[in-house]
Nanobody
Framework: QVQLVESGGGLVQAGGSLRLSCAAS????????MGWFRQAPGKERESVAA????????YYDDSVKGRFTISRDNAKNTVYLQMNSLKAEDTAVYYC???????????????WGQGTQVTVSS
């Protein structure tokens, strides 16, 4: 089992940057693929980015490609989401999640953090 705690959210102007962090408990962090998801008011939760366990293959939703970067530090049990050129439509609660399965099998993510709010003002 793994417990996840996100941090780094906040209020930023359009065009600005934020870096989200997700700290995981446990000694088996490298056994999990990690993902970032977001949910805007009135909308369903959507996948944003994901990273595989060891080789660090990555996936990005088309809406964030070229602007967001996911990375992980297995020594620190932490996954990051660097968000640049933020837009008002990026406003959402961002969740970190973990899966023992394949990193792009988004229905397989079964460990979730509490979420962190990102608000982008236009």
């Amino acid at each position: 089992q793994v417990q996840l705690v996100e941090s780094g959210g906040g209020l930023v102007q359009a065009g600005g940057s934020l870096r989200l962090s997700c700290a995981a408990s446990g000694r088996t962090f490298s056994s999990y693929a990690m993902g970032w998801f977001r949910q805007a008011p009135g909308k369903e939760r959507e996948s944003v980015a994901a990273i595989s366990r060891i080789v660090s293959m990555t996936y990005y939703d088309d809406s964030v490609k070229g602007r967001f970067t996911i990375s992980r530090d297995n020594a620190k049990n932490t996954v990051y989401l660097q968000m640049n050129s933020l837009k008002a439509e990026d406003t959402a609660v961002y969740y970190c999640a973990a899966t023992a399965g394949y990193y792009t099998n988004f229905k397989g993510y079964n460990y979730w953090g509490q979420g962190t709010q990102v608000t982008v003002s236009s």
